[in-house]
């Protein structure tokens, strides 16, 4: 199952209003695990699967100089 764009813009929503976060970070962020994490649902009352395990590991990017 694909995380739907209404599923995505919760887990956004949710990291926002995260005062533990620190700020953007260079590391990837899989939404199905952080929604998994925070208790979120899909719109079909679902949590996403992590597609990680199919996927090459998570490298880091470089953060513009505009969010820094």
Known sequence: MFEHPEFTGLVI????RDSALAGPSDQ???GAK????Y???G??????VSSRQ????PRSL???EVLQ
Do not use: Q, V, W, Y
């Open 13 to 16: 929503d949710i990291l926002a």
């Open 28 to 30: 990837p962020s899989i």
């Open 34 to 37: 952080r929604g998994e994490r």
């Open 39 to 41: 208790g979120t649902f």
């Open 43 to 48: 719109i079909d009352g679902k949590h996403p």
């Open 54 to 57: 199919n996927m090459c590991a």
């Open 62 to 64: 470089p953060i513009p």
